[in-house]
């Protein structure tokens, strides 16, 4: 079953009395527990495409779905609803609040909405993913007390921490040096495969593109290549 | 600790100048406002003390004018409402004996007069007094200001005056008299009155000396009501009825004064020229020789039957402008002015109720001039702190737009970003406020321990002594911290707008 929708997709921004065409027209599916990468050079539309699929972003025509639900029209309290439990996100700056240690940070999103579990059940689960992340000595760490690979691990637990279905990484390993960006790809890779979670990023390296086991290559706003390891055309139900 | 003040708390850490330069603000903003606040507590609580001790009382009694009125008389244009008399006093002091609230009351009339000596030169003086008709009993059993420095306080039934020293060494410095006019000394009065202007002779029977200073008291003397009332003319004993036979009448009608006066009282000889005899004339006037003694006897007669006098008097001690009301306590005096408005309006007595402010008139205003500049200074400083305030908050919400977006983007609602960012902005102005407040409680401590001296009686008045010990109120010094908190909330207005206005996918735009 498709988790993710997109329907002949384009996003045009205005820069001041011209236009940019960011996103040319783009349809596309992800599959529930796909391990996804969306891969080309700078200016080809891979954020922007991520952007709108986490519903940070709308398209300009063409639908974007998420479980079957189309997003655009919604309003913003549905969205951020919709942020906050079916998605998660992995950022290219880490983007963590500087004045949260590790734990708090992974915590974060947690307290932003009504959880099913329980304080302890909680505690329980965020000790686990700093562990799970190899962070155990660091979290009560400040970010700034951490390395760059030891920043993404911890944005890595934040985005698993409400058990979303989908986790959007938009270049994880830009900022890291090639030792760290694998060990970053290989963690992911890791929670898709245990936890099931479907992760979609984006990067321009090609050394990680081949990790993935679905890849849609952009080019100029428009999907020069689609293709999945396992040669299925349409996911399974 | 919940997370929104975690991080708060933690962001005033991390953004400690701008913190500081927004806590710095709002550390002078409370300081200037308890120190301010205080500051002119302490007057109000002088003023009003040195007022309400010294001669308003809480509650003044008058008859109902159009303008406004207070113990020095009507304030209309040109001065042409006259201080009008109680209506239904006895009615009036009748109801009053049985209000539970008031524990004393005295009556007052009003005026004002030329005052003058005999012997000084005729280039020295007069000046102008102010002139307090009272029962000397009640008046010092309600006011018990006045410290008799030199001869007595004024006596039942007896004329005469007191007068302040601020008053005498005033009068000594105009008239220049040697030896210096003191307790026992005559005086002319000249004041006018609704029958034109009288000129009495009144002797200072004592000087007092205010235990509490007051400008407007220090000014004013003490004269015993009935020489006032003649002086003012409300004398009812002169308007008591005698029946003149048809001859005595014509006479008095005459509008020749100076036919009148050619008759020679000492010759006897007459050259009158209209139909009047010498004898009737001085069965009238008195003026007859001493020889005639059938003459005297007549007017004897005449101002024997003193009835009609005896009746004006009862009267007249009931003739009064104003009635001044001291209550148990100064709260119970707004309860008494609402009590009193009510009954006077129902039984139809056309008189008015007012506080001590009303009774000061012009004086009272000293603390409200004050407090008016005060709070327009603070409001400009105010204004200035907000707009310093607005910039640095909207520099940091701009400085944290990816943060902002990030949250967001986590599923953070709009709603999430208002409270965090009104809770960094409470906790800086609680925090800063507090210190505020106890640098002000400490300036204001060093200020009593110091203890400035009122070098001048106005100051005396303001200090509400000679020492200036600030009057600590809690409600002013917490009201203080609070209009700071809020102060910080109107600088917060446009700064949260722009935070809400950050949209998810600024969370991208961190570098």
Not at chain 1, 184 to 189: G, P, T
Not at chain 2, 135 to 156: H, M, S, T, W
Not at chain 2, 292 to 309: H, L, P, R
Not at chain 2, 416 to 445: A, D, P
Request: aromatic content about 8%; glycine content about 8%.
């Amino acid at each position: 079953m498709a988790i993710v929708e997109l329907k002949d997709v384009k996003k045009i921004y205005p820069l001041g009395k011209t236009e940019v065409h960011a996103v040319k027209g783009v349809s596309f599916e992800i599959c529930k527990g796909d391990f996804i990468s969306i891969a080309g050079p700078s200016g080809s539309g891979k954020s922007t495409i991520l952007n709108m699929i986490g519903c940070i972003d709308v398209p300009t025509e063409g639908t974007v779905m998420i479980n079957g639900t189309e997003t655009g029209g919604l309003s913003d309290k549905i969205i951020t609803d919709l942020r906050h439990e079916v998605l998660g996100f992995i950022f290219q700056s880490f983007n963590l609040i500087p004045v949260l240690n590790v734990y708090e940070n992974i915590e974060f999103p947690l307290l932003l909405g009504k959880s099913k579990m329980t304080k302890v059940e909680k505690s329980d689960w965020i000790d686990m993913l700093i562990e799970e992340v190899g962070l155990k000595d660091w979290s009560n760490h400040k970010p700034n007390e951490l390395s760059g690979g030891q920043r993404q691990r911890v944005a890595i637990a934040r985005a698993l921490v409400t058990k979303p279905e989908i986790v959007l990484a938009d270049e994880p390993t830009a900022n890291l040096d090639s030792v760290t960006s694998d060990a970053i790809i290989n963690l992911m890779k890791k929670v898709n495969r245990d936890l099931g979670t479907t992760f979609i990023f984006s990067t321009h390296d090609p050394s990680i593109v081949g990790v993935a086991d679905h890849i849609i290559r952009l080019r100029d706003g428009l999907i020069s290549e689609n293709y999945r390891q396992d040669d299925a055309r349409a996911c399974r139900e | 600790m919940p997370v929104l003040f975690r991080i708060a708390i933690r962001n005033l850490r991390q953004h400690s100048s701008k913190s500081l330069i927004i806590g710095i603000i709002m550390i002078v903003g409370v300081l200037i406002l308890v120190v301010g606040n205080t500051l002119i507590n302490t007057i109000d609580t002088g003023i009003e003390r040195a007022f309400i001790d010294n001669y308003t009382g809480n509650v003044m009694i008058t008859g109902a004018t159009r303008a406004d009125i207070s113990l020095f008389g009507v304030r209309s244009p040109g001065g042409l409402e006259e201080t009008p008399t109680i209506p239904d006093y006895d009615l009036i002091k009748e109801h009053i004996e049985q209000m539970p609230n008031v524990e004393a009351m005295t009556n007052q009339i009003t005026g004002f007069g030329i005052i003058n000596i005999e012997k000084a030169d005729e280039d020295k003086g007069p000046y102008m007094g102010l002139l307090f008709g009272i029962e000397p009993e009640q008046y010092q059993e309600l006011f018990r200001n006045a410290q008799i420095v030199e001869g007595q306080y004024l006596k039942p039934g007896d004329e005469g005056l007191i007068m302040s020293q601020t008053n005498v060494d005033m009068m000594n410095e105009i008239f220049e008299m040697e030896p210096a006019v003191g307790v026992g000394d005559k005086i002319l009065i000249t004041a006018p009155g609704s029958a034109g202007f009288k000129i009495r002779e009144v002797e200072i029977v004592g000087i007092y000396k205010l235990k509490h200073e007051s400008e407007a008291a220090s000014y004013i003397s003490y004269i015993d009501a009935q020489t006032l009332r003649v002086m003012k003319g409300m004398n009812l004993g002169n308007q008591g009825e005698v029946d003149l036979s048809e001859e005595e009448t014509s006479l008095l009608s005459t509008d020749s004064f100076d036919a009148m006066f050619e008759v020679d009282a000492f010759s006897g000889e007459a050259e009158l020229d209209f139909e009047m005899t010498e004898d009737n004339l001085f069965s009238i006037l008195d003026l007859d020789s001493a020889d005639d003694e059938e003459a005297v006897v007549d007017a004897d007669e005449i101002f024997a039957d003193d009835t009609a006098d005896a009746e004006a008097v009862s009267a007249e001690s009931s003739t009064w402008e104003y009635l001044l009301l001291k209550t148990d306590t100064n709260r119970a005096a707004a309860r008494v002015i609402t009590e009193l408005n009510l009954w006077f309006a129902e039984n139809g007595i056309n008189a008015r109720a007012q506080d001590w402010k009303a009774a000061a008139g012009p004086f009272s205003t000293t603390a409200d001039v004050i407090r008016i500049v005060f709070n327009v200074a603070i409001i400009l400083v105010a204004i200035v702190a907000i707009i310093i305030m607005t910039n640095t908050l909207v520099i940091n919400v701009v400085e944290r737009t990816a943060e902002i977006g990030t949250m967001r983007a986590l599923g953070a609602h709009k709603g999430y970003i208002r409270s965090m960012v009104t809770t960094e902005i409470f906790t800086i102005s609680v925090i800063f406020g507090f210190v505020g407040m106890l640098l002000g409680i400490l300036v204001l401590y060093i200020i009593g321990w110091i203890g400035f001296e009122a070098t001048n009686p106005f100051l005396e008045i303001l200090f509400a002594g000679p020492v200036l010990k600030p009057v600590f109120s809690l409600f002013s010094v917490l009201g203080s911290w609070l209009i700071v908190i809020v102060i910080g909330m109107i600088a917060n207005i446009y700064p949260l707008r722009l935070a809400l206005k950050v949209q998810p996918i600024k969370a991208m735009m961190s570098e």
